[in-house]
């Protein structure tokens, strides 16, 4: 029981972490805003040329 509590007491800071940012805002963290687009998303280019601008700036953060 003891141990149990140990961990989700582990478990409950972690969480609160989680969504803390460190880094710069420019910088788009591993699962960010493109990762709400769907896996795969920033493997292939929009078909689409107007989706274009917004697939470059979530898929290459540093150009």
Known sequence: MRLAAILGA???LLSACAGA??????LIPSGGAAGRMGP???YS???NPNDRLQWDRLCNPKH
């Open 10 to 12: 582990c478990a409950v």
């Open 21 to 26: 940012s460190t880094g710069n805002a420019d």
């Open 40 to 42: 795969g998303y920033c």
């Open 45 to 47: 280019v929009p078909s």
